[in-house]
């Protein structure tokens, strides 16, 4: 059994405008000590589908429907009480912005403290030496002192850092980290990324990371997972996807990366168009719209459609090889 099961995943936001469907039916799976990759542009439904699995979904948003199986349980039938347990302790999450998650008037060592007391009982000087051990851990210089700092005190790539320890201080089991190196600088998103990869390694926890970075997914992700318009378009093993892309989507992605062996005077190719509005989706594939691809049936629902070895398309022609019929509107 997969530690995490997704079936059918549907979130809607009401807004004065009338319902947004952010995840649209949204079905996948993840194993332990696996690390899958949720990639899309801004507006995909990324981070509501962490969110959803979190179920941190507030007004005027709601889980409509589906299942969310972890380790054999379906959250979305726990109570609020038992919800607590999992969220922090077995599942944890690390988000983009860590100035925002991080509260500015306690320590850093606190913070961390309060999670130790809460899920696994220990006293304040328990509490306080696995923080001190946790950012050991995550490499933070002179523990000892820093547990005693406030978030403004720690530079962008620390905080980040204080984030993995305070996510990793209860052992989880699953680890899903929003866009974690989206505010550091190259170097640093670097050394994070390794820093997760290496505490995956320590501990055995599956990772969902997600990011708008296809270059972080080759480098860490074992499968990907690709959305437009609040599902998925494309679904599997991250190398074979890499090599043979088969939804036009992933393919505008894969042709809108810079690339070391390509021509001096190679120019990059930018997908046409704007992400859909999700108040006025189009019928059928919400990516026709901006596709190279498109044919009348295009407008008609998408079946999915499995290419073997688990890797999942949604695109009428991903069993074809593409030929570009008419420009992108």
Known sequence: MALLEVRNLRTTFQTEDGVITAVNGLSFSLDAGQTLGIVGESGSGKSVTSLSIMRLIDRPGRIESGEIFFDGRDLLKLRDEEMRHVRGHRIAMIFQDPMTSLNPVLTIGEQIAEVVRLHLGRNHREARETAIEMLRKVRIPSPEKRVDDYPHQFSGGMRQRAMIAMALSCNPQLLIADEPTTALDVTIQA?????????????????ILITHDLGVVAETCKDVLVMYGG????????????????MPYTQGLLASLPRLDAPANARLKPIPGQPPNLHRMPPGCAFAPRCAYRLERCDTPVPV??????????CWRCTETLVPVGAAQ
Request: net charge negative; hydrophobic share 40%; proline share 2%.
């Open 191 to 207: 050394q994070v990324l390794e820093l997760m990869n290496e505490l995956q390694r320590e501990t055995g926890a599956a990772i």
């Open 231 to 246: 599902n998925m378009v494309e679904y599997g093993d991250a190398k074979q996807i890499f090599a043979e892309p088969k």
């Open 305 to 314: 459609t499995d290419l073997g070895g688990g890797h999942l398309a949604r």
